[in-house]
């Protein structure tokens, strides 16, 4: 979970859901606002139609059964009353709604007008004000409509207290449920933003596999050029790019390769008009040389050939491959062995493979005097332990090891035959396969290689 919230598509998918879902309170509660206000304007027209209807009928009911009528009359939302033994006090100027009631009532000129005041003590209903829930329930709006008396004088000259009353609410919001709608929003929601932040980052990912896959083959297949204009044209502009990354390694491996196949010629023969030379000490040192720059010229060649990726990928066996590497190493008398299985399979290059498993092994019998090789299996990987009995490498200089033509001069020298590219080349290999290398020195001495190759499962 931490990791997907880590990634990019995680990162859209938040800022996704949460600018929806405020956007979507938003508008609900902008909504619900002005559904509460529409019904308010609306019970204040009813309750002037209502207010009038009332007044009238009190008026024409006879003074003697008006106490009768208005007990009958009186609904929730809107009570007319007598005025009691202590007349409640006026306000000075009119609210809007008695104003609008006074205009209703006295609209016809010639008739004896009806008064119309507001009191200043208003119901004790007004007080407890009305809640409305909004936004599916989450936030509460006050009702915020007509709760006033009103002193009506009848055209008799009755006074009278008209009473303009809080609505009685159809549900109660408490018995109101919206945990299944906020529920089927949020899912909804959810799998929306969802849905449109993997539509987004999935062009973006395939680019960074892409780049991986670059990474570990050159020849990779380019990318398929679908989607939108912008994505086909970064896939088209990744294809070129790897195009012309692969004409350029191809132009040096082999400018290389030619160097170091074309010298051999005129090494040969050096070689055989070093047999003429009379003196012998003098002989041996230019045939020493020699020689060091033949191995110079055949590692040269197998860098070169550890940069070509162009070798069939075939399925083979891990342990028989070790086994087989091993052996030979026994039998060019050696220090060798073998321990642990792997029992895994491995989709490569058998002869890129097998150059990577030689020059770590003769890396570690040249320089330690002896290899001890184990593998096992860890995390679906074949990890491939080298280790030797020499020296070790200073801490300092076992990233370095691996730049070409680098050596560590303690324990390394010409001498000692070392051109500075055989872990280089196995490097090479190592991370054309998925692989990796390391270094370290082992606490109980020596230096050791821990080679790591991917396992292969059938149909990857």
């Given at each position: 979970m931490k990791a997907f919230f880590g990634s990019m598509t995680g990162r859209v998918f938040i800022t996704l859901l949460l600018g929806i879902l405020l956007t979507a309170a938003l508008t609900q509660l902008l909504a619900d606002a002005e559904r509460q206000r529409v019904l308010d304007e609306f019970r204040d027209l009813h309750s002037l139609d209502r207010a009038e209807q009332l007044i009238v009928a009190?008026?024409?009911?006879p003074e003697s059964a008006r106490s009768a009528y208005?007990?009958?009359a009186n609904r929730p939302g809107m009570r007319l009353e007598a005025v009691g033994p202590n007349p409640p006090a006026l306000t000075p100027t009119?609210?809007?709604?008695v104003a609008d009631l006074d205009a209703r009532m006295n609209k016809s000129p010639g008739n004896k007008p009806y008064r119309l005041q507001s009191l200043a003590v208003r119901p004790e209903s007004c007080a407890r004000a009305r809640e409305q829930p909004v936004v599916f329930g989450l936030l509460r709006m006050k009702w915020r409509g007509t709760c006033e008396s009103i002193m009506v004088n009848l055209r008799d000259g009755t006074p009278l207290i008209l009473s303009v009353l809080p609505p009685r609410s159809a549900t109660?919001?408490?018995r109101t449920d919206y945990r299944g709608t906020i529920s089927l929003f949020l899912v909804s929601i959810a799998f929306l933003a969802y849905l449109v932040a993997r539509m987004t980052t999935r062009p973006l990912k395939q680019l960074a596999q892409a780049a991986k896959d670059l990474g570990n083959d050159i020849n990779h297949p380019p990318l398929d050029l679908t989607g939108a204009d912008e994505i086909r044209q970064a896939s088209a502009a990744f294809n070129a790019m790897q195009a012309r990354i692969r004409q350029y390694i191809f132009q040096r491996t082999q400018m290389l390769a030619a160097i170091t196949h074309d010298l051999q010629t005129p090494l040969t023969r050096m070689r055989l008009r070093l047999e003429k030379v009379s003196e012998e000490e003098l002989q041996q040192r230019l045939i020493g040389d020699l020689s060091a720059m033949q191995a110079m010229v055949k590692e040269g060649l197998d860098l070169a050939r550890s940069m070509d990726t162009t070798e069939t990928m075939q399925m083979m066996d891990l342990d028989s491959l070790l086994d087989s590497v091993c052996a030979d190493a026994a039998d060019a008398s050696q220090r060798v062995t073998l321990s642990g299985t792997a029992n895994m399979a491995?989709?490569?290059?058998?002869?890129?493979?097998?150059?990577?498993?030689v020059n770590l092994i003769d890396n570690a019998v040249k320089y330690?005097?002896?290899?001890?090789?184990?593998?096992?299996?860890?995390?679906?990987?074949?990890?491939?332990?080298?280790?030797?009995?020499?020296p070790g490498i200073p801490g300092a200089e076992l990233a370095r090891v691996f730049d070409p033509f680098y050596r560590v001069e303690g324990s390394r020298s010409r001498e000692s035959g070392g051109t500075g590219l055989g872990l280089t080349i196995a490097r090479n290999i190592a991370e054309q396969h998925g692989g990796s290398i390391v270094l370290a020195n082992h606490p109980e001495g020596g230096l050791e290689v821990t080679l790591m190759l991917p396992e292969y499962y059938p149909g990857k």
């Open positions: 009190t008026e024409i009911v208005l007990q009958v009119p609210s809007e709604f109660s919001p408490e491995l989709l490569g290059r058998p002869m890129d493979l097998r150059r990577c498993l330690g005097h002896s290899a001890k090789v184990s593998v096992d299996r860890i995390n679906g990987a074949a990890r491939i332990r080298i280790r030797d009995g020499g």
